[in-house]
T-cell receptor, first 111, second 115 residues
Framework: AQSVTQLGSHVSVSEGALVLLRCNYS??????LFWYVQYPNQGLQLLLK??????LVKGINGFEAEFKKSETSFHLTKPSAHMSDAAEYFC?????????FGQGTTLQVKP | ETGVTQTPRHLVMGMTNKKSLKCEQH?????MYWYKQSAKKPLELMFV???????ENNSVPSRFSPECPNSSHLFLHLHTLQPEDSALYLC??????????????FGPGTRLTVT
């Protein structure tokens, strides 16, 4: 069965600094990988999706993620953090008709 | 209305009450999901419906009763809840299971407080 691990339940960066949120999937290569973002008191919103067409995936709000098979990773990055990026981020992978979500990483952006 | 809508957005209920949560999707999808999101806990998948048929029940207590009358609507009937059931309940939809696209679209959630 697929599993997803997000390293670091809480990440804090300064405004303008690089954002790096880590995600690792289990050994079987998934056909898709997702990053979702959740703002306070809202549902999850799709940030980007990997579909094996390209290893570097660009998403909304300046985020991108790189699929690395050798490292079983799909880390999320943004070159310059903005205050509005403060939210919870979830990585997810499919498994027999459902999505397996990581535990989530809360991103704090300090002024 | 567009996307996935959920009503009510907030609900406070006593332990002896009966209430229902409603979810509606306007995306033409055929699979729908209920999730529970508690503070400091991972997202928990509760139920999955595919073409109105329940395909997954993750050992959810019987005080939660789902209903899917058609592919666009999903309900969660609640009765004799416990305080630990207080959480954000999220509904999601996607194309039919095993259609090859696992992308799920979420509603804004219902914040449930059990007193």
């Amino acid at each position: 069965a697929q599993s997803v691990t997000q390293l670091g339940s809480h990440v804090s960066v300064s405004e303008g600094a690089l954002v790096l949120l880590r995600c690792n999937y289990s050994s079987s290569v998934p056909p898709y990988l997702f990053w979702y973002v959740q703002y306070p008191n809202q549902g999850l919103q799709l940030l980007l999706k990997y579909t094996s067409a390209a290893t570097l995936v660009k998403g909304i709000n300046g985020f991108e993620a790189e699929f690395k098979k050798s490292e079983t990773s799909f880390h999320l990055t943004k070159p310059s953090a903005h205050m509005s990026d403060a939210a919870e981020y979830f990585c997810a992978a499919p498994d027999t008709g459902k999505l397996i979500f990581g535990q989530g990483t809360t991103l704090q952006v300090k002024p | 209305e567009t996307g996935v809508t959920q009503t009510p957005r907030h609900l406070v209920m006593g332990m002896t009450n009966k209430k229902s949560l409603k979810c509606e999707q306007h995306l033409g999808h055929n699979a729908m999901y209920w999730y529970k999101q508690s503070a400091k806990k991972p997202l928990e998948l509760m139920f999955v419906y595919n073409f109105k048929e329940q395909t997954e029940n993750n050992s959810v207590p019987s005080r939660f009763s789902p209903e899917c009358p058609n592919s666009s609507h999903l309900f969660l009937h609640l009765h004799t809840l416990q305080p630990e059931d207080s959480a954000l309940y999220l509904c999601a939809s996607s194309q039919a299971l095993l259609a090859g696209n696992y992308e799920q679209y979420f509603g804004p959630g219902t914040r449930l407080t059990v007193t």
